[in-house]
């Protein structure tokens, strides 16, 4: 008597079977968790699409900022360097100060957190005044760059599918005005409380007689003020998530804030502690670019002149100027440049992976669930053609990214 074969085993089945028949790996005590995906970041970062995109929006949005010169005196810092050294300055010391502040339970130290970042337009405008709107371009310059990497990196993270950056950028350009808007909407919202504050206690407080409706009236002042502070507080912790929400999700404006916003108090143990992992992997992977793309400028700088008495201008210590020093320093920028890209792809590649994750533990969302061409906004269901049948959208290859 014979015996019958077995039915085949699922793949749940096989994948034990084969545990139980080797020893344990550490890639199996890690299987399950979601952290670890964090230390994929710097490689997916790495890809060359990402970068030259990185590359060159930030290349464009300094040429935008240094149109300043163009109006103002040589002693004043052009647009874009005023941004990056205010920015480098404030951010570290915001996050200081926030941490400090709620470890200790401290608001005065938080109050002085945002206030550090609401310095920086004081400062942009006390410098070149209306000059400073040209910082919309450039964050408009910006954010359209990150949402083509934040694109790269979901559809690497979810299919490992490697998308051009053609279709990257095209889906981008498609969508600049909810890359925008998920960020100018708050503050515009933020900034028409603020209005309408000054506004009633201008028209209650600026005469005695009417100062005792003021008084009577004055919650509705602070209704306002909570209103915009909780607003510009879940915008400036949620801020890490608008732009992977639209990449991931092809989400509007709303949909992004709508997303950012119900994440952030959802998990907070959980968000802190990926925020934490993901930023110590981008800081060691940001350091060793750096290192790396000035050590490549040292070597070709300190080499050019190691045979020769005296140095042209511009290498070598020679300050001269002329058009052979611009040249050279325009060169010389070109790996530090590629380096900042580099951290650029860094930061919009691990904010997509980090809200991937998240979306994951709030939502169960699987993280393969993406958008892509061929499927309904913000579900998973494919259009359907004219004739009433549906596209078929289970291929996840993105050849087209100019579908909506």
């Not at 010391?93 to 945002?114: E, K």
């Not at 405008?125 to 954010?143: D, N, Q, R």
Request: with cysteine.
């Amino acid at each position: 008597m014979t015996t019958p074969p077995s039915p085949p085993q699922s793949d749940s089945e096989w994948s034990a079977g084969a545990r139980l028949s080797r020893p344990v790996a550490l890639a199996d005590l890690a299987e399950d968790l979601l952290w670890p995906r964090l230390l994929l970041i710097p490689t997916i970062a790495l890809r060359p699409a990402s970068i030259t995109i990185g590359f060159f929006a930030l290349l464009l949005a300094g040429l935008i900022g240094d149109l300043t010169r163009l109006w103002q005196s040589p002693e004043v810092l052009p647009m874009s360097s005023l941004v990056w050294a205010q920015l480098s300055r404030a951010v570290p010391g915001f996050f200081s100060l926030l941490w400090q502040g709620i470890v200790s339970a401290d608001p005065d130290r938080i109050r002085d957190a945002f206030s550090m970042l609401g310095r920086i337009p004081q400062i942009l405008w006390y410098a070149h005044k209306w000059g400073t709107l040209l910082a919309i371009p450039m964050a408009t310059v910006l954010l359209i760059a990150g949402g083509a990497i934040s694109r790269i990196a979901a559809c690497d993270f979810a299919h490992g599918v490697r998308l051009p950056w053609v279709d990257a950028l095209g889906f981008a350009v498609k969508r600049w005005h909810s890359l925008i808007l998920c960020f100018l909407g708050p503050v515009l919202l933020a900034l028409l409380a603020y209005s309408f504050i000054a506004a009633g206690g201008w028209a209650l407080f600026s005469m005695n007689w009417t100062q005792w409706a003021g008084a009577i009236l004055f919650p509705v002042a602070l209704v306002a003020a909570a209103f915009a502070v909780a607003l510009l507080t879940l915008t400036t912790l949620g801020a890490p998530l608008m732009v992977p929400a639209v990449a991931c999700e092809n989400a509007d404006a709303i949909e992004a804030m709508q997303r950012a916003f119900a994440y952030v108090p959802a998990r907070p143990i959980r968000s802190f502690w990926y925020a934490v992992v993901a930023l110590a992997t981008g800081c060691v992977a940001t350091a060793v670019a750096v290192a790396l793309c000035v050590a490549v400028a040292k070597f070709a700088e300190s080499a050019s002149v190691a045979w020769i008495k005296q140095p042209p201008p511009g290498l070598g210590g020679n300050n001269e100027t002329g058009f052979t020093s611009f040249v050279l320093r325009l060169w010389i920028g070109v790996p530090l440049l590629i380096g900042a890209a580099y951290g650029m792809s860094l930061i919009f590649s691990g904010c997509t992976v980090f809200y991937l994750l998240l979306r994951r533990v709030i939502d169960g969302q699987a993280i393969s669930d993406i958008w892509m061409p061929g499927m309904a906004r913000g579900t998973l269901a494919p259009l359907e053609e004219p004739s009433g049948s549906p596209v078929d959208a289970s291929v996840s290859v993105p050849k087209d990214e100019s579908e909506d």
